[in-house]
Structure formats: structure tokens, C-alpha cells
């Protein structure tokens, strides 16, 4: 009985996973049908820039070289290094207008 409770809980969680993978899929393929994307990819760009997270950034990328080596580290061992801080340094404010131009652009569709 239990294991039937627990089969049905994991089958309703894939259930609303693969629903919202096909959402996140429609949502995508309306922003790049419009644009919208890589309007909203320069917006960001641009505050990232403003704000000085694109400098702080390219410092931690530059001390972790220096750290690491240069002949020592790749690109992608790079890129992994500092996804984590580069995502967890931007802004609550640009996040949250990046949301609200999602979804400004979600109600006019």
C-alpha cells in the first residue's frame, strides 16, 4: 500500500515535470519566434554591464588563471568554476525585471 502511494506520488511529480518542460519548450520557442529573447538578452547584457557584474566576473575568471595556471586550466574547467558565483552574483533587481519582461511579454501573447 505504501509503495502504491509512493509509486503514484513519483508518477504525478514526472507527470507535472513533463508538463512544465513542455511549457518552458512553448515559452522559449514564442520568444525566439518574436525576438523577444535576444531583446531580453541585451537588456541583461546591458544591466550586467551597468551594475559591474561583468567586471567583478572577468576579475574572479582573471584570479582563478592566476591560481590554477594558465597552461593548467581549460575553457570548460573555467566555465565550471565560475558559472556558480557568476550566477549567484547577479542582482535580485535584474531578475526580477527580467521576470516581469517575461511576463509582460507571457499576457501579450
Known sequence: ???NRKRI?????EDRRRKDE???ATIMQKL???GEKENLKEMLRSKLVECG?????R???????????LERITVDELVQIITPR??????????ADLLQRIRQFLQST
Open 22 to 24: 513542455a511549457v518552458r
Open 53 to 57: 557584474w561583468r567586471d567583478d566576473l
Open 86 to 95: 557568476g550566477r549567484d552574483t547577479v542582482p535580485d533587481q535584474i531578475k
Open 32 to 34: 525566439i519566434e518574436t
Open 9 to 13: 506520488r513519483m508518477s504525478v511529480e
Open 59 to 69: 576579475e574572479h575568471c582573471k584570479d582563478v588563471i592566476r591560481s590554477k595556471g
Open 1 to 3: 500500500r505504501k509503495a
